[in-house]
């Protein structure tokens, strides 16, 4: 059963910028933003290997997304670190935030993925384990409603932020992306 799911990849940043706001700063912003949108890489790939059938599995899972979601993550923000984030911003990175940068990959997998099985049809939240979708989170029992819903509030999310990063005095990819 197809229908009209959170379709952008990017609708997620908005979850990021809120745990990164609500923990006082103390997550990496780039890391939660880019950790956020890591489970969405798998689908390509298994709409060619399924044909269709499955568009998520892996990633799209508590311990897929945790044990191979934190390494990809980690392995695809240090080339970023080096050549878009410290460019826009003076980035301090120290050895001790590894803890860090390890715990704010975990939670944008995790907010993924929780949110993902809020509206989607197909959520292997319990793969390998159990390879039957698990429903229970799925907002009012009914998928087009709550993607619909879903998707209206992310977007509105996504634009409030926008329009407050263009606003700042600041820079805006320095508001997006690292503050």
Request: a positive charge; charged letters at 10%; aromatic letters at 14%.
């Amino acid at each position: 059963m197809r229908g009209c799911f959170l379709p952008f990849t990017l609708l997620h940043y908005p979850v990021a910028f809120i745990f990164y706001h609500i923990t006082k700063k103390r997550l990496n912003l780039p890391v939660l933003v880019i950790s956020s949108m890591i489970p969405d890489l798998e689908i390509p790939f298994m709409f060619l290997l399924t044909g269709g059938l499955i568009d998520r599995l892996v990633f799209h899972s508590l311990i897929g997304g945790l044990v191979l979601g934190i390494p990809l993550t980690i392995l695809v923000f240090y080339p970023l670190y080096k050549i878009f984030f410290n460019k826009i911003a003076a980035v301090s990175f120290k050895k001790e935030s590894y803890k860090i940068l390890v715990l704010s990959a975990a939670i944008g997998v995790l907010s993924h993925i929780i949110l993902d099985s809020t509206q989607h049809p197909y959520n292997p939240l319990f793969w390998p384990i159990l390879s039957e979708s698990f429903n229970d989170l799925i907002l009012f029992g009914n998928l087009i409603i709550a993607s619909n819903l879903l998707y209206m509030v992310f977007t509105t999310a996504m634009l409030l932020i926008i329009l407050y990063a263009l606003l700042n005095r600041k820079g805006f990819l320095t508001q997006i992306f690292i503050e």
